[in-house]
Every structure is written in structure tokens, then in C-alpha cells.
């Protein structure tokens, strides 16, 4: 019975387009489930013994099918949950990477402009770019503000996006790391962003964007500070 169903779950699982993992994990989800089944129906017996219940054996017989799902659908959320997660990081580290990258791809524009100053200085020093009569610096100056606002969005409503920042950044080097980070402080220019939003970066209905940036960036500013120490 437990093979037939695990046939059945991962059949209807590549039917619906589920991950590989699901419909492989759900194939042994009735066996996986035997053992949850087993300490589910112990639970209740000792709970019913413990109430003074008569006939309990009966009890628990009738109710074989309703355990018998409770565990099979205990184990599905493991299996699912386990797929979910591992999906949900994998897409995030690949977001991740990519704003790593086009950042990577700003700064080396910005080195270009101005040769004399280095990654560090630009990094740590903004405004000395946005301060010149470079229509080009400033330019690239808002695309940053602009990665990093989709970053700072990634980090507070996108599943996992934590977890993939962090591995993100023990994977990579050191000056990436260091360009990625302080990058992201980018967000204290509050009265040049603001005025972005106001001139229509994100369109006319602004309103909630800007006040999401102005509410969550302080914390999120105060976390990046932590991984750049």
C-alpha cells in the first residue's frame, strides 16, 4: 500500500510540475510516514488512558485513516517545506548575484571616469563623485541607489534572501565582499533618493515605496554595518 501511494503522490506531484525534490521525496512520503503514524496513535492512546477512556483500542481503530494522514501529511510538510526552502535560497543567492555583478559592472565604469581615485574612496566617498560635473558619475551613482534599493526590498520581503546574502558573501572575495556591503549605505543619501521617487523613478504611485524606504533602510543600514566590520 505504502508503494502504490508513494507511486500515486509522485505521479500527481510531475503531473502539477512540482521540484524533483517534492515528487522524489513524496514517492517514500507513506513509508516516511509510517513511523509519525506510529508515535501519533502511542500519543493519543496514552492521552486517552490518562482521561480514563474506555475501549481505546477501538477508538484508535476507528480513527486509523485520520492518523494515518495526520502523519502522512506531516511528513509532506517536511518534504515540501525542506524543497521550498532550498528553492527559495537558490533563487535568491541567484539575485544576489546578479546585483553583485552589475554592481561590480558600475564601479569599474566609475574607475574608468576617474582613474585616480580608487574602489575605496568611491565606495567610501559618494558624494565626491556626485559633487563633480560628470552628468555620466551621477548617472551611475542613481543605478546604484537603485540596486540597492532592490536589495534592501530582497532582504526585508523576499523568502530567504538572508540566508543567501550570508552565504553569498562567504563565497565570495574580499574586495567583492567589501564593494557588495558598502554599496548598500548608498542608502543614507535620503534626500537623493527621496527625490528619485519623487521624479518618478518607480512612477506616480510612489507613496508606499518611499515610505517602505524610509522606514526599513535604518535597520537594514544597521545590519550591514555588522558585516562590514
Known amino acids: 500500500m505504502a ?17 524533483r525534490a517534492v515528487i522524489v521525496g513524496n514517492f517514500f512520503r507513506s513509508v516516511l510516514s509510517i513511523p509519525f503514524a506510529i ?8 492521552s486517552l488512558a490518562v482521561g480514563g477512556v474506555i475501549g481505546i483500542d477501538a477508538i484508535l481503530q476507528k480513527w486509523a485513516a485520520i492518523i494515518s494522514k495526520a502523519a502522512s501529511d506531516f511528513v509532506a ?5 525542506l524543497s521550498d526552502r ?5 533563487l535568491r543567492f541567484r539575485d544576489y548575484r546578479k546585483k553583485l555583478a552589475d554592481l561590480l559592472r558600475v564601479y569599474t565604469q566609475l574607475e574608468i571616469l576617474f582613474p585616480e581615485t580608487g574602489t575605496r574612496d568611491i565606495l567610501e566617498h559618494p558624494r565626491r563623485m556626485s559633487d ?10 542613481k543605478i546604484v541607489m537603485i540596486h540597492v534599493l532592490d536589495m534592501l526590498y530582497f532582504w526585508m520581503y523576499q523568502p530567504r534572501a538572508r540566508t543567501a546574502l550570508l552565504r553569498l558573501l ?13 554599496s548598500q549605505f548608498a542608502l543614507d543619501r535620503n534626500r537623493e533618493i527621496s527625490q528619485m521617487f519623487i521624479d518618478g523613478v518607480l512612477g506616480k504611485d510612489f507613496a508606499r ?10 535597520e537594514y543600514l544597521e545590519v550591514m554595518k555588522r558585516l562590514s566590520d
Open 170 to 182: 562567504d563565497t565570495i572575495s574580499e574586495e567583492e565582499r567589501q564593494i557588495l556591503v558598502i
Open 86 to 90: 532550498y528553492s527559495n535560497i537558490h
Open 39 to 46: 508515535l501519533f496513535n502511542t500519543v493519543i492512546g496514552a
Open 3 to 19: 508503494l502504490a501511494n508513494g507511486i500515486y503522490l509522485s505521479s500527481h506531484n510531475a503531473f502539477r510540475g512540482f521540484p
Open 77 to 81: 510538510g517536511i518534504i515540501e517545506g
Open 209 to 218: 515605496a518611499l515610505s517602505f524606504y524610509l522606514s526599513r533602510s535604518p
Open 132 to 141: 563633480k560635473d560628470n552628468a555620466e558619475a551621477r548617472d551611475l551613482e
